[in-house]
Nanobody
Framework: QVQLVESGGGLVQPGGSLRLSCAAS????????MGWYRQATGKQRELVAI??????NYADSVWGRFIISRDNAKNTVDLTMHSLKPDDTAVYYC???????????????WGEGTLFTVSS
């Protein structure tokens, strides 16, 4: 069925930049929204950024530093991150709300998660 594949995790120094990517594949009828969540050690999973029919939303903690972009034709979503801080360290999860062929029912899908560490 539907699979979300993430790439771009790793290690970067504070103040640096990195780009995370996610591609959705499978029997996709439509994609209502795609985005990124993250979960740091000892904390709940939180929204980082998302694009859907209502527009683009960012968490306050990443406002002005992160940029989310989406290619609707390719069913991909990217997260470009600048001015990175140690507090950005977390497992980042790709998210998508997708209706599949032939059921046409929107369901939330999640990637496996990619670890991103900001450290000197």
């Amino acid at each position: 069925q539907v699979q979300l594949v993430e790439s771009g995790g790793g290690l970067v120094q504070p103040g640096g930049s990195l780009r995370l990517s996610c591609a959705a594949s499978g029997r996709i009828f439509s994609v209502a929204g795609m985005g990124w969540y993250r979960q740091a050690t000892g904390k709940q999973r939180e929204l980082v950024a998302i694009i859907n029919g209502d527009g683009t939303n960012y968490a306050d903690s990443v406002w002005g530093r992160f940029i989310i972009s989406r290619d609707n034709a390719k069913n991909t979503v990217d997260l470009t991150m600048h001015s990175l801080k140690p507090d950005d360290t977390a497992v980042y999860y790709c998210y998508a709300n997708i209706a599949t062929i032939p059921f046409h029912t929107n369901v939330d899908y999640w990637g496996e998660g990619t670890l991103f560490t900001v450290s000197s």
